[in-house]
């Protein structure tokens, strides 16, 4: 550190006061140890590449300038295998399986959306109503691409549009369903 004098000259500090680098606490024998171990991972890459004629997997062929989206495949959750025995519905290119909701859990969610009602616990029940109301498989998906950073169609609105979708198939529902018929 250097002190200035009132004329603009330095003084330098003593040498006590000087700063030093740190002392060397590198353990070299890790160090050596963890190169000795890398050469043997490369010799047996290059030895597999050379025997069996496989690829560098280190090594990425550029598919052209380097535009290309990655866009996630279009899902039907019902081909899948998941035995769904309720609804399906068709949104944002997957078909997802749903299961309506009944007057009851619509009425408690929206008393939950209340103005009185936590930001907390609204987040709460938002994730618990989308949790019961879908697939297994289809939660997954939908939340997979909710956090895919190179998905286009799902953004912050999603979510609701996703509620209000499954909300929106069991008013439609209970529209089409004979008068009397409160199994829905």
Wanted: zero cysteines.
């Amino acid at each position: 550190m250097a002190t200035f004098n009132a004329d603009g000259t330095a003084e330098a500090a003593p040498a006590s006061e000087q700063l030093a680098p740190p002392p060397d606490n590198t353990d070299h024998a890790a160090v050596e140890a963890e190169a000795e171990t890398e050469a043997v991972i490369e010799a047996q890459i290059a030895e597999a590449a050379t025997d069996d004629d496989v690829p560098d997997p280190r090594v990425v062929e550029p598919e052209g300038p380097g535009t290309t989206i990655a866009l996630a495949p279009k899902v039907d959750i019902s081909t899948l295998g998941e035995d769904w025995p309720y609804d399906w519905l068709e949104f944002k290119g997957d078909k997802l399986g749903i299961r309506l909701p009944t007057r009851q859990a619509l009425a408690a969610f929206s008393l939950a959306s209340s103005k009185y009602v936590s930001l907390g616990v609204k987040n709460d029940l938002t994730g618990l109503f989308i949790a019961r109301h879908l697939s297994p498989e289809s939660y997954g998906r939908v939340f997979s691409r909710l956090m895919d950073p190179d998905e286009s169609d799902y953004d912050v609105d999603t979510v609701g549009e996703l509620f209000n979708a499954i909300v929106m198939a069991a008013v439609n529902a209970d529209k089409v369903a004979p008068k009397g018929d409160e199994s829905k």
